[in-house]
């Protein structure tokens, strides 16, 4: 389990690092690496991976929220039908998380695929 | 084997799908969307631009070769900058970096719109906009005053200090940190030219000086014909209180051309080519500004007082930013445009000035007669005359350039080609006749005293101004400057003949006969886009004036003795309506009240105690505004049945009441769908009754509904985004002082007092200093502005006297 949470926070550093120097979508470059390292299984990458880089988005996003008062979280709420801001940041954790969780469970598939090859 | 190949092959779809959903562009209801994976990114997308309201700033220090010491700037807790600077053209590039700073994406797109360049980012919607930018010939014009700003060496090293400042932002910021429109619209920004800040003053231009109804007018002439026509859109006004009261026995009658022959006759059949859809970002024409000042004699404290309030669109970002700019030479705080150096209205330690707008037709359409199809000649005074050409090219985002080649004629473009006819457009801004132009506003920011102020007028650009000028020595003036056409007669109205030499103007009235008005025996000077000037005047000129709130602010002025700065806040925030002072009691009188219900009669004993203020609760104010529209409808049924929509010009209010007063038989109060031939009572009852019905059927009851309901004031976002805009509730009417309609108002409200010891200043800007929706400085003012409240506006001599700081930036030679 320590493994596991190890693992998971070196992801979110990796993660965190790239998203400041580097374009939005090489979140799923770590998130690739972690599926092709750790031994979980693939499905477990994939939740857990989600649910890490979920986490740590609506973090950081709820982070901004404050220190922001709210402001544009809500005129971009409003721009987007009123759906609220919790929604909002759900929506962008979900979308986060989801492009981290499939790149970590791909990599994952992937490791076993090549095992199995090289067996 | 196969089993964990198709698994990952499902993994990697799963992937590439996520992917492409955030990585295409998506669109609702033909609106494109931004790639939401980069939009939604919480350090890429717009939580970037969420900016701290609970840190505070970090002072910041830049470097930069082509400045020439340090500046050293302190924003307030307004976020307005305080620049202090050894030259101008180090404080310009500050201001320039300061601009881009809290301003990039309106300086970005308010200079495409200018320029004919907003398809490059909005595609083919934004094309016909473009398409009639370029071919009214404002790139044209701005590339030729470019040209010739360029010759001054001043103003060529002040315009590139401020691009300098623009570029130098620009360069160091990265994608996450790009305005928040630039993310939405999914474009990057340009690097910044002296072409677009020339641009903004071209802009001015076409947002105050592109007021005619050429087309409109001819074909109403058509329809009405010369008597009718005249009666409804008269050029004078006897009834209006003139900008200067004159005399104009200075003027030398040498320089004047006499009334030519009325040469209507050449205009034949009005081409029917319609004028260009509404553009997206274009300002309505129906702004109206208001300045004046007293000399001490008319003061309290003995000191004059100056105040201005041009009122514009109302926009978010605000269309003014607030900058004080310290030079060893001036000390000038007041509100600029972003996109050009110094300050434009404003005031220093000796002197204050505002501006309204003149309101003159400065722009005519033409009808050419071509030789033939190439469009390679073209008539005038009897002779075929080469035309020339010009490739207008138009990049469109994700389609190919489109091409407009327009023929040029010695009267300027040819902006409009139709079957019925082709016509040129002539506009005094496709001009620049002094290189030294643009230095005016730099040096207006170091005058010392109001004759130096109109020295300065020489080098003044074209839209024609009425500039109001106090100054501390006790000295109040106000000039019209600008452009002012030498016109023949009163053909300038409607499309004339391209073949006609005398068709439009092509000399200036000149800079001595321009109207001026120093230290008046009435102890104040005043405007409100009112006419310049009475019928005495010698030269012809024509446009589209204001009629009441010119009127309301000389009795005002007149009626008391002496004032303060509180009067005069008083007067800016004025909801008086002289318009329904006069009106009212005219509509009251056609009442037929044999018609009327105790229910109505209620109701007119309650309009009749009206105030005739337009308080944004009063019910009175919304009833009368509908029910005087309705009647003005009724009446002109003529027109609105008779033009196309595009055509449509509504006489004004004082035309209406003329008609109402001076003959109540006249043919136009006849509904002509009707057997019955109507008189005014018909038309003033059936709108009350119809008002009543429409006002009951929404609101319930017509004590429910209120001014506000009408008015709906918001300021609104300048790429109408809805969520950056804001709803505001204010009171005011088109004709009161405080001249709201909707979408426009007071853009800027400025008191100066101007005390031997300097100046005591307010002001208030209905928006905040930046650009950014996830900024507070957004609109953190608009509450102050709403409420009628102003800040306090100081000149500090050093960096450590002002007020509330919250962070410095430092920039320094590199």
Redesign the interface.
């Known amino acids: 389990m320590k493994d596991k949470l190890f693992s998971l926070l070196i992801l979110i550093v990796l993660i965190h690092i790239s998203q400041l120097y580097l374009s939005w979508w090489t979140i799923a470059v770590p998130a690739l690496i972690l599926g092709l390292i750790v031994v979980w299984p693939v499905w477990q990458t994939f939740a857990l991976t989600l649910l890490a880089v979920a986490i740590y988005t609506a973090i950081y996003t709820i982070w901004i929220n404050h220190i922001n008062d709210g402001i544009i979280a809500g005129r971009i709420s409003s721009l987007f039908n009123e759906i609220g801001t919790g929604t909002l940041i759900i929506i962008t954790a979900l979308a986060m998380g989801l492009l981290a969780g499939t790149a970590a469970g791909l990599g994952a598939s992937l490791k076993q695929t090549i095992k199995q090859n090289s067996l | ?1 196969k089993t ?2 198709i ?2 092959a499902l ?2 779809l ?2 590439v799908a ?2 492409s959903i ?2 295409i562009k998506w669109s609702i209801e033909d609106t494109p969307l931004p790639a ?3 939009f ?8 970037q ?7 505070g700033f970090r002072d910041m220090t830049i470097a930069h070769p082509s400045l020439t010491g340090q500046v050293e700037v302190v924003f307030d807790d307004r976020l307005v900058p305080h620049i202090f600077a050894s030259n101008d053209y180090d404080a310009g590039f500050a201001q320039g970096y300061i601009h881009a700073m809290l301003r990039l994406w309106q300086m970005d797109i308010s200079t495409r719109f200018t320029l004919g360049r907003l398809s490059e980012v909005l595609g083919d919607r934004a094309l016909q906009t473009d398409i009639d930018t370029r071919r009214k010939g404002i790139l044209w014009a701005a590339e030729k005053a470019l040209f010739t700003y360029s010759k001054d060496s001043v103003t060529h090293r002040l315009l590139n200090a401020y691009t300098d400042g623009v570029n130098h932002y620009i360069k160091n910021l990265s994608p996450k940190d790009y305005p ?1 429109e630039f993310k939405l619209l999914d474009y990057a920004p340009g690097e910044w030219t002296t072409l677009h800040s020339v641009s903004t003053v071209i802009a001015m231009a076409r947002t105050l000086s592109m007021r005619e109804y050429d087309r409109q007018n001819t074909v109403l002439l058509d329809v009405l014909g010369r008597e009718y026509f005249n009666i409804l859109f008269p050029n004078h006004l006897d009834h209006e209180a003139p900008v200067h009261p004159g005399p104009w026995n200075h003027i030398n009658a040498e320089n004047l051309i006499k009334e030519d022959d009325d040469r209507l006759s050449f205009l034949g059949t009005p081409p029917i080519s319609k004028p260009a859809d509404a553009d997206i970002f274009m300002p309505e024409i129906n702004m109206a500004s208001n300045n004046w000042a007293v000399s001490g004699e008319k003061s309290k404290s003995g000191n004059p007082i100056l105040c201005s309030d041009p009122h514009l669109g109302l926009s978010l970002p605000s269309i003014w930013i607030e900058n004080h700019l310290i030079t060893p030479e001036s000390n000038v705080y007041g509100v600029s445009f972003t996109g050009m150096p110094a300050v434009i209205i404003g005031f220093n330690q000796h002197v204050a000035w505002g501006f309204t707008n003149g309101s003159l037709d400065v722009a005519d359409w033409l009808k050419v007669e071509w030789k033939d199809e190439s469009k390679s000649e073209y008539l005038y005074e009897n002779n075929w005359i080469a035309s020339d050409f010009r490739e207008e090219i138009i990049k469109v985002k994700g389609q190919q350039d489109h091409t407009e080649r327009v023929p040029y004629t010695r009267w300027g473009p040819v902006a409009e080609e139709s079957e019925e006819g082709d016509l040129v457009f002539k506009w005094t801004a496709h001009e620049t006749h002094n290189k030294e132009e643009l230095q005016f506003f730099p040096k207006l920011n170091k005058a010392k005293t109001v004759e130096e102020c109109l020295e300065l007028c020489t080098i003044f650009p074209s839209v024609i101004q009425n500039m109001v000028m106090a100054d501390r020595g006790g000295s109040i003036a106000m000039r019209s400057q600008g452009y002012w056409p030498l016109r023949h007669d009163y053909s300038g109205q409607f499309i004339g003949s391209a073949s006609d030499s005398k068709a439009a103007w092509s000399r200036l009235i000149p800079f001595k006969d321009i109207p001026e008005t120093v230290n008046p025996d009435r102890d104040f000077v005043s405007s409100a886009n009112q006419k310049i000037t009475n019928d005495e005047f010698p030269y012809i000129y024509f446009g589209v004036f204001g009629t009441g709130r010119g009127r309301i602010l000389n009795r005002l002025l007149e009626q008391q003795e002496k004032f303060d700065i509180e009067d005069m806040m008083d007067m800016q925030l004025s909801d008086y309506s002289i318009g329904a002072e006069e009106a009212l009691p005219l509509l009251i009188r056609y009442l037929k009240t044999d018609q009327l219900r105790e229910r109505h009669i209620d109701l007119v004993n309650q309009l009749k105690a009206w105030d005739f203020r337009f308080n944004s609760e009063s019910p009175n104010a919304a009833f009368y505004s509908s029910w005087l529209r309705t009647a003005q409808k009724l009446t002109f049924d003529e027109i609105i049945g008779a033009v196309d929509e595009k055509f449509l010009r509504i006489p004004s209010l004082m035309t209406f009441l003329e008609l109402l007063r001076s003959d109540e038989h006249h043919h136009f109060f006849d509904i002509q769908e009707t057997e019955l031939i109507e008189s005014p009572y018909d038309i003033v009852t059936d709108a009350f009754l119809s008002t009543w019905t429409d006002i009951e059927e929404a609101y319930g009851s017509v004590y429910d509904i209120r001014w506000s309901d009408r008015l709906q004031q918001r300021l609104k976002h300048m790429a109408s ?4 805009s804001k709803s505001v509730n204010v009171h005011g009417h088109y004709d009161a002082l405080n001249a709201m309609s909707t979408g426009h108002g007071p853009s800027w409200r400025m008191i100066v007092e101007l005390t031997p010891d300097g100046p005591i200043a307010k002001g208030v800007n209905p928006g905040g200093q930046s650009g950014n ?4 400085y ?1 609109d953190n003012a608009v509450h102050h502005w709403e409420e009628g409240m102003y800040f306090d506006l100081k000149l500090p001599e050093e960096p450590d006297l002002v007020d509330n700081p919250l962070f410095t930036l430092k920039l320094k030679q590199q």
């Open positions: 084997m964990n190949l698994k990952t993994w990697l799963a992937f996520i992917l955030l990585s939401l994976g980069n939604l990114s919480p350090s890429h997308g717009f939580w631009n969420a900016e701290s309201t609970k840190r928040i985004i809805d969520a950056f929706p996830g900024s507070k957004y």
